[in-house]
């Protein structure tokens, strides 16, 4: 496709289950990131991916969450054993390579995440 | 510390007036990105524009000017003749030379009056 597509749109999951959220950039796009927005709030950045290089862990709130990138292209975001503060939506996103501070960010539409 | 400031939660703006949101940040680098995203409720991200820290003119895509005031280090938004389609949230981000996220600010959420 032409733009960052993300699924599943919506999950709903119980406290204490885990769950994956995918993430496919636009292809070419060396640079994928991945962000959190609460409810009614601005985006938290999680975890950036640029290449082969090892990824920037510094965003994630918690050893709860993880996330890779197989093949330079799909990103999975992964959170283990949930819970209802996790919920929100998350947001992934891809660029060319960061190299400068001008490189606009496509976004994906977002999985939203209810954790009951 | 990088830090970017909404101060405007809520905006309201008549139809085909312009609208000026604000947005100010903190850094210490020199060398910086200032971007606009809007999101309709939809949910999409999507770029307006973007004003780099050495540019030494005002950043203008279309129905958009960005208002970089680099002394004041403000970077507010122009929107020129307001539509009904321009109701969304705002948000301004920085992303600084060498850091690999970008910062957002709260957003300030905009709607258009007919």
């Known amino acids: 496709g032409a733009g960052v597509s993300q699924s599943p749109s919506n999950k709903v999951t119980e406290k204490g289950k885990d769950v994956e959220l995918r993430c496919d950039p636009i292809?070419?796009?060396?640079?994928l990131y991945w962000y959190r927005q609460s409810l009614g709030q601005g985006l938290e950045f999680l975890i950036y991916f640029q290449g082969n290089s090892a990824p920037d862990k510094s965003g994630l709130p918690s050893d709860r969450f993880s996330a890779e990138r197989t093949g330079g292209s799909v990103s999975t975001l992964t959170i283990q054993r949930t819970q209802q503060e996790d919920s929100a939506v998350y947001l992934c996103?891809?660029?060319?390579?960061?190299?400068?501070?001008?490189?606009?960010?496509?976004f994906g539409p977002g999985t939203r995440l209810t954790v009951l | 510390a990088q830090k970017i400031t909404q101060t405007q939660p809520g905006m309201f703006v008549q139809e085909k007036e312009a609208v000026t949101l604000d947005c100010t940040y903190d850094t210490s680098d020199p060398s910086y990105g200032l971007f606009w995203y809007k999101q309709p409720s939809s949910g999409e991200m999507i770029f307006l524009i973007y004003?780099?820290?050495?540019?030494?003119q005002n950043a203008t895509e279309g129905r958009y000017s960005l208002n970089f005031q680099k002394a004041r280090k403000s970077a507010n938004l122009v929107i020129s003749a307001s539509q009904l389609g321009d109701s969304a949230m705002y948000f301004c981000?920085?992303?600084?030379?060498?850091?690999?996220?970008?910062?957002f600010g709260a957003g300030t959420r905009l709607t258009v009056k007919p």
């Open positions: 996103a891809s660029s060319f390579s960061s190299g400068t501070t001008h490189n606009e960010q496509f």
């Open positions: 292809s070419g796009h060396t640079a």
């Open positions: 004003q780099g820290s050495y540019d030494q």
């Open positions: 981000a920085m992303r600084v030379r060498g850091n690999n996220d970008m910062r």
